[in-house]
Antibody, heavy 118, light 107 residues
Framework: QVQLVQSGAEVKKPGASVKVSCKAS????????ISWVRQAPGQGLEWMGW????????NYAQKLQGRVTMTTDTSTSTAYMELRSLRSDDTAVYYC???????????WGQGTLVTVSS | EIVLTQSPATLSLSPGERATLSCGAS???????LAWYQQKPGLAPRLLIY???SRATGIPDRFSGSGSGTDFTLTISRLEPEDFAVYYC????????FGQGTRLEIK
């Protein structure tokens, strides 16, 4: 069965960077893309961007351009999302999600809480 | 960027009633690339509907989606206790923006 297992919670200081991982299993990793979605406490979902696990093509949300980098490691079937210059309003649960039938959010990881606090 | 606006923000209904949730887009969503998700507290979202009207695997047939262009609707024909949650629409025709969500609560 398809599983996306994310790395554990992180606490970072303002200005630092965070890198969240998403290890995939149960399918051919390079056949699908991975999206990243975040959710601030008590707020809605925000799409951050998408990466093709086939060729590394990325499509980032305009708001995060220049601060976010999404990568994949096909040898370990793992996707990564790095966010730089962290601010307090980056505090959120970060989810990875795999495509299916053209939809970004067919399967979801369990989420990773990133807290930005001085 | 396509902006999605969901209404109402909160919907209060009783089990057994019919729920109608709306999602409006600021410009036409290409090829009806519109999905609906359900999210319960502390859990990841769950895909319900894709391509505006196709049910995802394992989703009960009381959930249905409709619409095209800029106006989309999620209908839950008869509410079950487990249906009370937050619902989001997402367009994936041009990047992947979400609506702000509709909270479906027990009346």
């Amino acid at each position: 069965q398809v599983q996306l297992v994310q790395s554990g919670a992180e606490v970072k200081k303002p200005g630092a960077s965070v890198k969240v991982s998403c290890k995939a299993s149960g399918y051919t990793f390079t056949s699908y893309g991975i999206s990243w979605v975040r959710q601030a406490p008590g707020q809605g979902l925000e799409w951050m961007g998408w990466i093709s696990a086939y060729n590394g093509y990325t499509n980032y949300a305009q708001k995060l351009q220049g601060r976010v980098t999404m990568t994949t490691d096909t040898s370990t079937s793992t996707a990564y999302m790095e966010l730089r210059s962290l601010r307090s309003d980056d505090t959120a649960v970060y989810y990875c999600a795999r495509d299916g039938l053209g939809v970004f959010g067919f399967y979801w990881g369990q989420g990773t809480l990133v807290t930005v606090s001085s | 960027e396509i902006v999605l606006t969901q209404s109402p923000a909160t919907l209060s209904l009783s089990p057994g009633e019919r729920a109608t949730l709306s999602c409006g887009a600021s410009q036409s969503v290409s090829s009806s690339y519109l999905a609906w998700y359900q999210q319960k507290p502390g859990l990841a979202p769950r895909l319900l509907i894709y391509d505006a009207s196709s049910r995802a695997t394992g989703i009960p047939d009381r959930f249905s989606g409709s619409g095209s262009g800029t106006d989309f609707t999620l209908t839950i024909s008869r509410l079950e206790p487990e249906d009370f949650a937050v619902y989001y629409c997402q367009q994936y025709g041009s990047s992947g923006t979400f609506g702000q969500g509709t909270r479906l609560e027990i009346k």
